[in-house]
């Protein structure tokens, strides 16, 4: 069984400069596999082995790790979206069963239907998350003139707001749906899943809310602690901890 | 096609029904085969730590969940229209596997208000002949209470099942549900502890309004607990990890914990994994099923396996389908108002409302899932319905389950949806907040049905059911009424904030999940010209076909499913037993 390990924001800051240092333009990409090159006598392990993006390209990449920090970003609860492993949770959703449409019915004939019809489309989630990225990047370009990766963050953050109203057009793609359904529900599980999965680093989500997670074999807390704080909700246990 | 020897009961579907009236048969020394399309989940991830804690994969991925790639179900909302297959399973989750859905499940079991088992006759003569709309096809079930009563008692006994009894020999019981029809015996084990937020809406209601709430009964085992065949659960420890999830700690009743194991270790029965049932062999002439077509998922072969009895033990959906498949019986027709296969289909009207209480740690991780806190007062016809405008009604509580982050946070209206605000929301509310819910009764409606979808298949080349539905006008005002009664218990909680106040309403939304509680298509009835089996579960027009699960059900209550379905999965082993010794017509 693994101890649980704590790598807060600092540690992450220090990474970060560790990796500009060494001439690296992806931080959030190479984070991981830099570190132990870094260095291996003073920090413990580091938490998630994940390096580098499997589904996203460098372009795709730039526009969620921008996003994903602006739906997250670095403050007095949690480091950035990026640092908190966000961006490599949604990578690996969409590389995984999820994006290639496990337990998705893709079988015609195909009809649009009622939002409360549910999705409708035949492309599977990877595909359908990447021309929705495609298509509100081209958007962004034609009202502010530059990449969505580019922008300012309120310029950002308001941009994703209009996505989110419906107010982005685009001629072709429901960019409010590929948003409200597919990217935004993407975020919040990045948020609150095991980290495991790659996002939630450190819990830290768990910590912000004061979910304790793993084992809850709450027994005798279900009276000790009715009505009254938790406080294994203040150090929280994932599956790697129990692995 | 491969035959094979033939065997005295074969049932279609490994779940619930099938294994409760399989205990049945077995105990009285007779032959069975159950044909379950999966295998078993206990001993894999799911039903282990740590990996049993993984919301992502068992709740939001579906990890045991019906595969929606390979069979799903089309939706139109009137006839007109063009169905749409639920291209993701949402608004109702069947199981696949040994245990079926009752595998993980959260456990709740009720026995339904006396009335269900003959509600046309009883809103007639409470209400006068013209009570029941023209387009409610409500009927008798053509069963007492009273002849369920030792059923439910005995599933009660096989499931460890904890409670309070509201009616004890029609004596009220204080702390049990005051509505109960009368009971023979207490519950078998004492109710689970209450939340915190139960224990403020029970004070609530019962200060400011007079309700009557009660701990809402179930199968997680408060304690250790052995059952009449000896199988044994042990306690809960309130994890939040019950519906979605199989118990690592074996304190939840299920059939893959408690018949099946069981079971097996009898002779006279077999447990057939991954077997895929293709279809019934029916001889229409002399009336009967003459077996069960399946495909081996293990050698890719298909057999047909005989059987002196056939039960069609699956799940709702599946029961309508291999009957219209296979030809067996009329379908109902929604223009004449003729036929009866797929007729009677109902779902559930579920709403709920958040609350908000600042002061309070309602912590809601410390729960499981018959942790709720539960009152019958707007529920069936409990309360008098004159000049309401509908009929039926919903049960009313506070439903702390589970405290699971990516499903079960809830924050007040007007929180910004991501930001810094957002996260000082969450961290704020998470443990501050809990829901009142509301779940609905659903009657039938002469456009709610089930049929063969023209257009849609699944993976082994057999056309999806397609749901004819929508909430009908009787369902709106019976949202709309209970949602209201919700809402002033939420008032007076002394709440912070309340989430917004919404009845459920057309247009049906798939991508909801509204509980797996869906019902009818193969309605039970005295009436053949209104039923597709006898009030024995005995098909009309083929005696030794028998059909058991929700699907038998002639509408929909307010409460959980599983009681009225245990209690007539039961009765129908033995009723099957009687059978197999005397053939022929059970009256």
């Known amino acids: 069984m693994n101890l649980p390990r704590d790598s807060g924001p600092s540690r992450r800051e220090f990474l970060r400069h560790a990796a500009l240092a060494a001439g690296l333009t992806s931080v959030s990409t190479t984070l991981w596999g830099t570190e132990a090159a870094a260095t291996p006598s003073q920090l413990p392990p580091v938490e998630s082995p994940a390096t580098g993006y499997l589904s996203l390209g460098p372009e795709e990449a730039a526009f969620v790790e921008a996003m994903i920090n602006v739906l997250c970003p670095a403050d007095e609860l949690t480091p950035s979206g990026v640092d908190c492993g966000l961006a490599v949770f949604i990578d690996r959703q969409l590389a995984g069963a999820f994006g290639r449409g496990e337990r998705l019915y893709l079988r015609g004939p195909w009809r649009p239907g009622l939002p409360q019809d549910g999705y409708q489309l035949p492309m599977a989630p990877e595909q359908f998350f990447k021309t929705g990225l495609a298509a509100a990047d081209a958007a962004c370009r034609e009202q502010h003139g530059r990449s969505f990766a580019d922008l300012e963050t309120t310029v950002a953050d308001s941009f994703l707001s209009a996505l989110a109203e419906g107010k982005i057009a685009h001629s072709r793609m429901a960019l409010a749906e590929w948003f409200n359904d597919l990217v935004y529900p993407l975020f919040i599980q990045a948020c609150f899943a095991d980290p495991i999965y790659g996002g939630n680093q450190d819990k830290v989500f768990w910590k912000m809310i004061g979910y304790p997670g793993l084992p809850a074999v709450n027994g005798l807390n279900m009276v000790k602690y009715r009505g009254k704080p938790f406080p294994g909700a203040r150090h929280p246990k994932s599956i790697q901890d129990f692995s | 096609m491969k035959p094979l020897p033939q065997r005295s009961v074969v049932i279609v579907g490994g779940g619930m029904a099938a294994g409760l009236l399989a205990r049945q048969l077995v105990h009285q020394g007779i032959d069975t085969v159950v044909l379950e399309r999966g295998g078993d989940h206990r001993a894999e991830a799911a039903g282990r730590i740590p990996t049993q804690r993984d919301e992502l994969r068992w709740d939001i991925r ?131 502890e209450t939340t915190e937020a139960g224990l403020i809406f029970k004070a609530t209601a019962e200060r400011e309004f007079g309700y009557r709430p009660f701990p809402s009964p179930g199968a997680n085992s408060t304690g250790t607990y052995v059952n009449p065949d000896g199988m044994r659960l042990g306690a809960c420890q309130y994890c939040g990890h019950c519906d979605r999830f199989i118990c690592e700690a074996n304190a939840k ?30 001889d229409r002439a002399a009336g009967r099923v003459r077996g069960v077509r399946y495909l081996d998922l293990i050698t890719g072969e298909e057999y047909l396996q005989p059987g002196g009895v056939v039960v069609l033990a699956a799940f709702t959906m599946t029961n309508t389908k291999l009957l219209l498949t296979g030809g067996i019986g009329r379908p109902y027709d929604p223009v004449k108002g003729e036929g009866v296969v797929g007729k009677n289909f109902c779902y559930q009207i579920n709403s709920g409302i958040s609350i908000f209480l600042r002061d309070r740690w309602l912590n809601p991780f410390l729960a499981a899932g018959c942790t709720s806190t539960i009152m019958e007062e707007f529920d069936d016809d409990n309360f008098d319905h004159t000049g309401l405008g509908f009929l039926g009604g919903g049960s009313i509580g506070v439903g702390v389950i589970s405290g699971r982050p990516i499903n079960a946070r809830r924050l007040p209206p007007g929180t910004p949806r991501w930001g810094t605000a957002w996260k000082r929301a969450n961290a704020e509310w998470y443990a501050h907040n809990c829901a009142i819910g509301v779940q609905g009764s659903c009657y039938p409606h002469r456009e709610n049905y089930l049929d063969l979808d023209p257009d849609y298949s699944d ?38 904030q309340l989430g917004p106040v919404v009845p459920r309403t057309s247009p049906f939304d798939t991508r909801l999940y509204q509980g797996t509680h869906i019902t009818g298509g193969t309605c039970m ?43 007539l999965a039961l009765r129908l082993g033995d009723d099957i037993a009687r059978y197999v010794k005397n053939p022929g017509h059970l009256s």
């Open chain 2, 62 to 192: 579906l990890g045991l969940m019906q595969d929606a790639a390979s069979e799903t179900y089309t939706l139109r909302r009137s006839r007109p229209e063009p169905s749409r297959p639920m291209r993701r399973l949402s608004a109702f989750l069947p199981g696949t596997g040994v245990g079926g859905a009752g595998s993980h499940w959260n456990g709740q079991v009720w026995r339904w208000a006396a009335c269900n088992m003959a509600l046309r006759s009883h809103f007639t003569a409470r209400y006068g002949q013209d009570a029941i709309p023209a387009d409610m096809p409500l009927q008798d079930w053509g069963v007492s209470h009273e002849e369920l009563e030792p059923y439910y008692d005995l599933f009660e006994k096989l499931f460890g099942v904890t409670g309070r009894a509201g009616n004890i020999r029609g004596k009220i019981m204080p702390g049990g549900n005051p509505f109960e029809a009368p009971r023979q015996n207490e519950y078998p084990q004492p109710p689970l």
């Open chain 2, 525 to 567: 009835g005295a009436d053949p010209a209104t039923s597709v089996v006898s009030p024995r579960l005995q098909h009309w027009d083929s005696e030794n076909l028998f059909v058991v699960g929700a699907s038998v059900f002639a509408h929909n209550s307010g409460l959980n499913p599983t009681g009225p379905l245990a209690a």
């Open chain 2, 459 to 496: 993976a082994f080349g057999l056309p999806l059911v397609r749901m004819n539905f929508d909430i009908r006008e009787n369902e709106r005002r019976v949202s709309a009424f209970c949602t209201g009664r919700a809402e002033q218990i939420a008032r007076a909680m002394g709440a912070t």
């Open chain 2, 253 to 282: 009743g299920t059939p893959d914990a408690l018949l099946y194991p069981w079971l097996e270790r009898q002779a006279h029965f077999e447990l057939r994994r991954h077997c895929q049932v293709l279809g019934l062999d029916y």
